[in-house]
């Protein structure tokens, strides 16, 4: 792949760790705002996708154009302990409210490091651009939910400019008890106007409402389109997801492997006004669809490992006289 060398406006401001070793000549270590690190992947043309080590959130994920698919609010907080408001905030061991836990989970708002030697995980040999990422529990983490775990984060840039994450969860825990956890790749997409944009691959699921205490109903025959606040869990629902952005005339393709589940949300005016760390209109310019495990939480004993993997792309948008063939978007 004739991927550039690591240049520009990133790596001017860089200041790489002298501790922290990259494997792929294609990733760079620099500091975003507070001085928190996150990583440069490079790939083909202008792509390239950035890494914060605090919560392994991906922040930026940019095509051809340099234009960031990925939306990241412009109020987005970057300091401890708030999570990064935009990109793909890791929820793990719990989605939204579902345990006692804080709302999703602890792994979004640690500090991750670069794990130089992770496990064997299969490479497409034509992927340049990637990092291995590793949580372990802190003696604090422990206190609040005393498992022994390892999580690993493999995040890769595709030579045509595909974004995926590939997420490997073990129990290590010394005495035998298994552990249960649900899971989210809180993925936020960029959009030209919320009603402009149809989801596609999620007609007919089952969901549950966050919005009317997590009751069963099953979604209408057609595409979904957006004219007020969603927050649904939809359940089992398929390994391809189409996001369509008529006003752009493109398509985000989202596929998931091992996350049965997918929530779709949009705060809508009255709750993006009531968040002090996204913009009172930013509702319009953005749309979460987040692969997840969250009915059925995934139960590890030790020594077993899950692996969970989020694949994006974006696509021209095709149309056949005015309408978008489902099938070529689903389909490939
Ligand atoms: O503000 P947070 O904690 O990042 O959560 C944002 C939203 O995340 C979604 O995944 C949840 O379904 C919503 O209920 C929640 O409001």
Not at 212 to 238: H, M, N
Not at 271 to 281: H, L, N, T, V
Not at 289 to 295: G, I, K, L
Request: some cysteine; proline content about 9%.
């Amino acid at each position: 792949m004739a991927a550039p060398a690591p240049s520009g406006a990133a790596s001017a401001a860089a200041s790489p760790s002298p501790l922290m070793q990259l494997p792929s000549p294609f990733a760079e270590l620099v500091k975003g705002p507070s001085g928190l690190e996150k990583v440069v992947l490079r790939g083909a043309r202008n792509c390239c996708a950035e890494i914060y080590l605090y919560g392994g959130q991906v922040t930026s994920w940019k095509n051809d154009n340099g234009e960031d698919l990925l939306f990241l609010s412009s109020k987005a907080i970057f300091k401890p302990p708030k999570a990064i408001r935009g990109g793909i905030p890791i929820c793990f061991p719990q989605f939204g409210s579902h345990g006692n836990l804080e709302q999703h989970g602890f792994a979004r708002n640690r500090f991750w490091t670069i794990d130089n030697n992770p496990p064997p995980l299969p490479l497409n040999p034509a992927i340049k651009a990637f990092v291995d990422l590793i949580l372990k529990p802190s003696e604090e983490d422990l206190k609040i939910w005393p498992h022994s775990f390892e999580f690993r984060l493999r995040v890769a840039l595709g030579p045509s400019g595909d974004l995926s994450l590939t997420s490997r969860i073990r129990n290590n825990n010394p005495d035998g008890r298994p552990f249960s956890y649900t899971f989210a790749y809180h993925t936020y997409f960029s959009v030209s106007d919320i009603s402009e944009v149809r989801v596609e691959g999620l007609e007919t699921m089952d969901y549950l409402d966050n919005l009317k205490a997590k009751e069963r109903f099953t979604e209408q025959g057609d595409a979904i389109v957006f004219e007020s606040e969603v927050d649904k869990v939809y359940l089992a629902a398929p390994s391809k997801i189409a996001i369509i952005d008529h006003e752009k005339k493109r398509t985000f393709v989202v596929t998931k492997e091992g996350l049965p589940d997918a929530v779709v949300w949009n705060p809508w005016d009255k709750k993006a006004k009531a968040m002090q760390d996204f913009g009172d209109a930013e509702y319009k310019s953005m749309l979460c669809v987040e692969p997840a495990s969250v009915e059925r939480p995934i139960t590890l004993k030790p020594g077993e490992e899950w692996k969970g993997r989020l694949v994006l792309s974006a696509v021209p948008s095709s149309y056949c006289s005015g309408q978008l063939d489902p099938l070529k978007v689903l389909q490939g």
